[in-house]
């Protein structure tokens, strides 16, 4: 019997390896049968959640990323105090309005926006509604030049903590709810 080589081994080794591996187009086809939300969703620290719903009779739609809390002190360290928050993780955080609503009693057209918040220490805190909604970065891209609406909303501190950040369509509207922060947003 004759002896291979340590290179026919090691080549023989290789080969069987690669023809073990499933073809580039396989994983391709993979990917594209996996809806976006699934393949970004295994690859982000910070899900990408859609809310969708309806308040006094108006269609909503939300888009965020959703963070966690992880031990982290979040308001006035992670997020700091008076400046631009992107209102989550990742990219812009977006709302899309197919018909005129009205927030804390003020209009906003029908549009796509992205939702900014700035955390106060103490009072209410600022809304804003952006006309830049596909922003990649988030409060890095924010441009006050494109502000379309800015309200005041009262903080409500709660006793119990969400370990993720959501933004749930309910009464009064918008409730963005992290760690132990209620923000209700009043829409109709």
Request: charged share 25%.
């Amino acid at each position: 019997m004759k002896k291979l080589s340590t290179f026919s081994i090691w080549a023989f080794a290789i080969a069987f390896a690669v023809a073990c591996q499933p073809k580039s187009s396989e994983n391709a086809e993979k990917m594209q049968e996996m809806p976006a939300e699934e393949q970004t969703a295994e690859q982000r620290p910070s899900p990408l959640e859609v809310k969708e719903g309806q308040i006094a009779g108006k269609s909503i739609k939300v888009q965020y990323g959703s963070p966690a809390v992880k031990g982290r002190t979040i308001w006035g360290d992670l997020v700091p105090y008076n400046v631009v928050w992107r209102t989550g993780a990742n990219e812009a955080t977006y709302i899309d309005i197919p018909q005129e609503i009205k927030v804390e009693g003020k209009t906003l057209a029908p549009g796509k926006y992205s939702i900014f918040t700035i955390p106060k220490e103490s009072g209410a805190w600022t809304v804003i509604f952006n006309s830049d909604w596909d922003l990649e970065h988030g409060h890095f891209q924010h441009n006050e030049k494109n502000d379309v609406l800015r309200v005041n909303v009262l903080p409500v501190w709660e006793n119990t903590s969400a370990e993720r950040l959501s933004i749930d369509i309910e009464s009064p509207g918008l409730v963005i709810r992290w760690e132990k922060l209620k923000l209700p947003i009043t829409i109709n």
